[in-house]
């Protein structure tokens, strides 16, 4: 059985503080601004991500996967990678 992260009355306590937020300030949008925030940090993320792996790619296919620069651009030598270990089931 895996373990919970999260408690098991969390429906309950969000829909307490969601009531108690609606009778404090019905207009407080702080929620969805910070929905808007992470999303586009996400966003960007992933975009930066995606091109730094076209730069490694475009390293290791001008270079090759084992040359000093495709290792200068953060890729790892074929030269320099382990082996997988196999484990033998006891």
Known sequence: ???KIYPT???EQAQSVFAI???IDAS???GAQTTDVRNQRDASLLE???T???VRNGGKA???DDSPEYEMIGGTRVSERKTPVRKIKS
Do not use: A, E, H, I
């Open 9 to 11: 009355d969390v429906l």
């Open 48 to 50: 930066l991500r995606d």
């Open 28 to 30: 407080l949008t702080f």
């Open 52 to 54: 730094v792996k076209r």
């Open 21 to 23: 937020w609606n009778q």
């Open 1 to 3: 059985m895996s373990k």
């Open 62 to 64: 001008t270079y090759g």
